[in-house]
């Protein structure tokens, strides 16, 4: 039997969105009277098995995506009139790669034209181009982490570099990023013992 997971919560337009990794859904719900109840939104439905992690949105906010963990996937949602629907469902990981892999953080680049995605397992960073206007991806490439195990990343405020935390080799390692083609260059690392969340303040 599925048990609830929550993993990520975040508001959005006055809501309180809500991942459960657990029941490969996505809730959506309202303030009223000093409490939460469920939004006029339906819950997001994913693949059975899927594991919604983590989520992001564009800028005007028409779309959601959100990283699935156990089955590698990304599922992007469109916001039609007032309620977000399916749009699609993109691989993180190649078609070629045997083993386990699992998703764990994403994020879209600054200026929105990119967004990013790191495989547990496969180690990589993911990289998909953003078609701002429909929302769609379309596969950049996969960057090797030069790690193990890498957990969550951050885009520095230029949106110049990445910083990503392999938790499983002890070591965060810089990238620089291209503006134009969104691809990803290896510029340094440093150790540090399991490293899991980066953040700048």
């Given at each position: 039997t599925k048990t609830a997971h929550a993993h990520m919560a975040m508001f959005l337009n006055d809501e309180l969105v809500v991942t459960d990794l657990g029941l490969d859904k996505?809730?959506?719900?309202?303030?009223?009277?000093?409490?939460?109840?469920?939004s006029k939104q339906e819950e997001l439905v994913v693949a059975e098995?899927?594991?919604p992690r983590h989520f992001v949105t564009s800028k005007n906010g028409n779309f959601l995506?959100?990283?699935?963990?156990?089955?590698?996937?990304?599922?992007?949602?469109?916001?039609v009139s007032g309620q977000f629907v399916e749009l699609d469902t993109y691989n993180t990981v190649d078609a070629t790669f045997k083993g386990e892999s699992y998703c764990a953080d994403i994020h879209l680049s600054p200026d929105g034209?990119?967004?990013?995605?790191?495989?547990?397992?496969?180690?990589?960073?993911?990289?998909?181009?953003?078609?701002?206007?429909?929302?769609?991806?379309?596969?950049?490439?996969?960057?090797?982490?030069?790690?193990?195990?890498?957990r969550n990343f951050v885009l520095d405020p230029s949106g110049k570099y990445v910083l990503v935390a392999n938790q499983?080799?002890?070591?965060?390692?810089?990238?620089?990023?291209d503006e134009k083609n969104g691809t990803l260059t290896f510029v340094s690392q440093?150790?540090?013992?399991?490293?899991?969340?980066?953040?700048f303040y």
């Open positions: 996505i809730r959506i719900y309202s303030e009223t009277e000093e409490k939460f109840d469920s098995g899927a594991g995506y959100v990283i699935n963990e156990l089955n590698s996937t990304i599922t992007v949602f469109k916001d034209k990119f967004l990013y995605g790191t495989n547990r397992g496969e180690n990589t960073v993911v990289i998909f181009q953003v078609n701002e206007t429909t929302g769609k991806l379309k596969l950049v490439g996969r960057e090797p982490v030069k790690g193990d195990w890498p499983r080799s002890n070591n965060i390692v810089v990238f620089s990023r440093v150790d540090l013992p399991s490293p899991v969340c980066l953040k």
